[in-house]
């Protein structure tokens, strides 16, 4: 992949892709600045940098962020999922491997990391690592030189490491399947990108701008979410994050035939959540409690004047008094 083909040049003043620029990053809430400004920071140094999330967090958005705002920029940044190799694989994906190191090596080949050289990895899924590997990367972040599969030569490399994971590496260093001293090592700056349910405020910006996205990429002019779909995207709690709110506006944008988005047109599982969450909470309202709610309102449009809310309701002004006590005894059990 040409890195440099994805960057634009604004007068040959700004080389960061609009993308990566963090002004334009959707999400404006407490947390999510405070996240920025650990980005920026995380930018100018070339310290390790751990970021922890849920999936769909955004994640790898943010440690591209982190490498295309800071002076690696014209190198590359190369990505590697760690959850998708086997060790050994592994293993000759990151440091290649010299002719003849095992059945197939019939070439010296380079790893990632001297392909990344001057530049970035991100390691994703970093929780998923074997331990043997652990203690290999330990030793590159500590020496900066790589050794290739099949090879006893040291190798300088010069390369900037964030990594991410969804998993809680506190938990696998207690079962004893990470390393405390790579997790150190590791989270030098430590992110941690809190999932969508705990920035809702973060929901309705995200929403549109995926709208204006997938309806220019559609050719269709959608333009916005009726208030019914606004309270069904509220309410729900994404568990996939950013990635599924992305995936349900993109369904949306296909289903709508129309310039609004409607609460049919979003995906069947946020309106199912509804129904279980409301009935979970919403216990149906015995006679009773409908009566004393009624009486509790019509007294404070009375200003608790309980001879003009008796007379309103038509009721005696003493079941007033006998109902709002029964009320209460029901609170207090
Ligand atoms: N602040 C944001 N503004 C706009 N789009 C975002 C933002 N954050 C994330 N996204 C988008 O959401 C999607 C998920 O982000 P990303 O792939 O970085 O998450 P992740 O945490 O790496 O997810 P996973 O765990 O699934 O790998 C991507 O399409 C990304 O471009
Ligand atoms: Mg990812």
């Known amino acids: 992949m040409d890195i440099s083909d994805e960057r634009k040049t604004d007068g040959g003043q700004d080389k960061v892709n609009?993308?990566?620029?963090?002004?334009?990053?959707?999400?404006?809430?407490?947390?999510?600045?405070?996240?920025?400004?650990?980005?920026?920071?995380a930018a100018e140094s070339r310290a390790t940098v751990l970021i922890q999330g849920e999936t769909g967090t955004g994640k790898e958005l943010i440690a591209q962020a982190i490498h295309y705002n800071g002076p690696r920029a014209s190198s590359p940044f190369l990505a590697v999922d760690c959850s998708t190799f086997n060790e050994g694989l592994l293993e000759s994906e990151l440091f290649g491997y010299v002719q003849a190191a095992f059945?197939?090596?019939?070439?010296?080949?380079?790893?990632?990391f001297e392909e990344a050289d001057g530049g970035t990895i991100f390691l994703d899924e970093i929780g998923d690592i074997a331990v043997p590997l652990q203690a290999m990367l330990l030793r590159v972040l500590q020496e900066h030189e790589i050794r290739r599969v099949g090879s006893f030569e040291s190798i300088k490399v010069d390369v900037r490491i964030i990594a991410a994971t969804s998993k809680n590496l506190e938990n696998l260093i207690q079962n004893g399947t990470f390393r405390s001293d790579l997790y150190?090592?590791?989270?030098?700056?430590?992110?941690?990108l809190p999932p969508l349910r705990e920035r809702k405020e973060d929901i309705l910006?995200?929403?549109?701008?995926?709208?204006r996205k997938y309806s220019a990429e559609a050719e269709k002019t959608v333009t916005?979410?009726?208030?019914?779909?606004?309270?069904?995207?509220?309410?729900?709690?994404w568990p996939g994050n950013i990635r599924e709110l992305e995936n349900a506006i993109e369904r949306a944008v296909t289903m709508t035939s129309n310039s609004l988005?409607?609460?049919?047109?979003?995906?069947?599982?946020?309106?199912?959540?509804?129904?279980?969450?409301?009935?979970?909470?919403?216990?149906?309202?015995?006679?009773?409690?409908?009566?004393?709610?009624?009486?509790?309102?019509?007294?404070?449009?009375?200003?608790?004047?309980?001879?003009?809310?008796?007379?309103?309701?038509?009721i005696d002004r003493k079941n007033i008094y006998r109902m709002l006590q029964k009320r209460n005894s029901s609170q207090s059990d």
Do not use: C, H, W
């Open 205 to 211: 910006p995200l929403a549109e701008y995926f709208l």
């Open 224 to 237: 916005r979410l009726s208030p019914q779909a606004m309270e069904l995207m509220l309410r729900y709690s």
């Open 18 to 41: 609009a993308r990566y620029r963090l002004d334009d990053f959707i999400g404006r809430s407490p947390k999510m600045l405070a996240v920025y400004k650990v980005v920026a920071k």
């Open 103 to 112: 059945t197939g090596a019939v070439e010296d080949k380079k790893g990632i």
């Open 261 to 314: 988005i409607l609460p049919e047109d979003i995906p069947p599982s946020l309106q199912e959540e509804m129904v279980t969450e409301s009935s979970a909470v919403d216990k149906p309202m015995t006679i009773e409690e409908m009566q004393r709610n009624y009486i509790r309102q019509v007294l404070n449009n009375m200003k608790g004047n309980k001879k003009n809310a008796a007379k309103k309701l038509g």
């Open 184 to 192: 150190y090592r590791l989270s030098v700056i430590n992110i941690v």
